[in-house]
């Protein structure tokens, strides 16, 4: 029986080639395509695919908010983040966010495979390099841990952050939420509030940390 995977990257030349490696591996079918976290939540939810492959930095929502989502949402469905990101912010943010798997974009076609057979028993696939970054994380784990976006902000706030990370004005953001410019205000004062930012400038700050946005999205 095949196994069906989603692909969740902002780069079509991305997609298409995982999608050729994926379909010629024989026992594996790519169902659909995302180039967003918000997409790639409403075709988790029409498709139920086996595995999702997610990339990290996309548009509109990252990967990390939508992982977090659709493993909540849908816990059958299987996220492996493949992405260029080593930070700790990123790989530790998809790992908390319920990824069962994370590889790096210049990994082998073949880990590839091995980690989506590797989930799919339900154990976690880490690539070597992620897993010493995992390793020294928890090692050297700071005794008192600097504001987390994650933690503080509501689903609604991190998503007005990483739109206004990306350089979203007031009315923007409001007609991509469907909400008042209002609305956006009062998220954006009580975000600010939250995380004892006192600009615009540290809120973009914040959000590339913690790896709502980055500067190259």
């Known amino acids: 029986m095949a196994v069906n995977v989603l692909l969740a990257d902002d780069h079509k030349i991305v997609r298409d080639g995982l999608r050729i490696l994926i379909e010629n591996h ?3 079918n790519v169902v659909a395509e995302a180039e967003n976290g918000q997409k790639a939540i409403t075709l988790a939810k029409e498709l139920h695919p086996q595995v999702i492959i997610m990339d990290i930095s996309m548009p509109d929502m990252n990967g990390i908010d939508a992982t977090r989502r659709i493993t909540s949402d849908f816990p059958g469905i299987k996220v492996i983040a493949l992405s260029m990101h080593t930070d700790r912010h990123f790989v530790v943010g998809m790992l908390e966010a319920g990824a069962a798997g994370y590889l790096l974009k210049d990994c082998a076609f073949e ?3 091995s980690a989506i057979h590797t989930v799919l028993e339900n154990h ?3 690539s070597p390099t ?3 970054i995992v390793v020294r994380n928890y090692v050297h784990k700071e005794a008192k841990p ?7 902000l ?3 706030e991190r998503e007005l ?3 206004l990370a990306e350089g979203m004005t007031a009315k923007q953001i409001a007609k991509t939420l469907r909400v008042s410019v ?3 205000e009062t998220h954006r004062r009580n975000i600010a509030q939250k995380l004892g930012a006192g600009s615009v400038a540290e809120l973009i700050k914040y959000a590339i940390r913690e790896g709502l946005t980055t500067l190259d999205s």
């Open 26 to 28: 024989g026992n594996m």
């Open 111 to 113: 880990e590839l495979v």
């Open 124 to 126: 976690t696939y880490l």
């Open 130 to 132: 992620i897993t010493d």
């Open 146 to 152: 600097s504001v987390s976006v994650s933690s503080e």
């Open 154 to 156: 509501t689903a609604r």
């Open 161 to 163: 952050l990483q739109l």
């Open 182 to 184: 209002k609305t956006v």
